[in-house]
């Protein structure tokens, strides 16, 4: 069983639609992070976070830390936010604990 | 991604050959980290670095060796290359408890 869990791991959205990617972690953390990485491309971090929620124009990230379990929202959907989206935890250590990613798909 | 510089974004190798992953920063960041990417399995460690001159062996570090003379640079050896090591290699740097910038791969065919 990974140290971190993902669901979906794929997902279809029709453009403008309200879209949650869950994140389910069993290990120690210090803090959780979104990295987002388009077809191709790069990885990108999107949050970081170790407690309650952050917003990034459409993008919303929220932890329970006593559920260890993280939400990333995207509001108002947008063909371009098709990527794959992925959940990571970090320790004191400094060691990342990766989930295997969301493959999203935003059809206009 | 500008602060973190992976070079070459590709290549073709063949089965025994060699080569380097150099993987530069410009933000005096302390840990740095080579990861491979494979699809249906997230991001798996290979080698990372907390500071110069220092490297250490993480998940998957058989058949690589690393090099951290320089604080900005981070270099990924392969000694004889394998078609199990076709993969997109990924490097990222952080600053204790911040978030971590990644280089935009380097895609690894062996053939």
């Known amino acids: 069983k990974n140290e971190v869990e993902q669901s979906p791991q794929n997902l279809t959205a029709q453009e403008g639609e309200f879209i949650t990617i869950n994140c389910s972690y069993s290990?120690?953390?210090?803090?959780l992070h979104w990295l987002q990485q388009h077809p191709g491309g790069g990885i990108v971090s999107l949050f970081m976070?170790?407690?309650g929620k952050k917003k990034h124009g459409r993008l919303i990230a929220t932890i329970n830390i006593q559920e260890k379990h993280s939400s990333l929202h995207i509001t108002a959907s947008h063909p371009r936010d098709s990527a794959v989206y992925i959940c990571a935890g970090s320790n004191t250590g400094n060691q990342f604990y990766f989930g295997t990613g969301t493959s999203l798909t935003v059809i206009p | 991604n500008a602060g973190v510089t992976q070079t070459p974004k590709f290549r073709v190798l063949k089965t025994g050959q060699s080569m380097t992953l150099l993987c530069a920063q410009d933000m005096n960041h302390e840990y740095m980290y080579w990861y491979r990417q494979d699809p249906g399995m997230g991001l798996r460690l290979i080698h990372y670095?907390?500071?110069?001159?220092?490297?250490a062996k993480g998940e998957v570090p058989d058949g690589y060796n690393v090099s951290r003379l320089k604080k900005q640079n981070f270099l990924l050896g392969l000694e004889s290359a394998a078609p199990s090591q076709t993969s997109v290699y990924f490097c990222?740097?952080?600053?204790?408890?911040?978030?971590?910038?990644f280089g935009q791969g380097t895609r690894l065919t062996v053939v």
């Open positions: 290990v120690g953390i210090s803090a």
């Open positions: 670095s907390v500071g110069e001159g220092t490297t």
């Open positions: 976070l170790s407690s």
């Open positions: 990222a740097s952080r600053r204790r408890q911040i978030e971590a910038f």
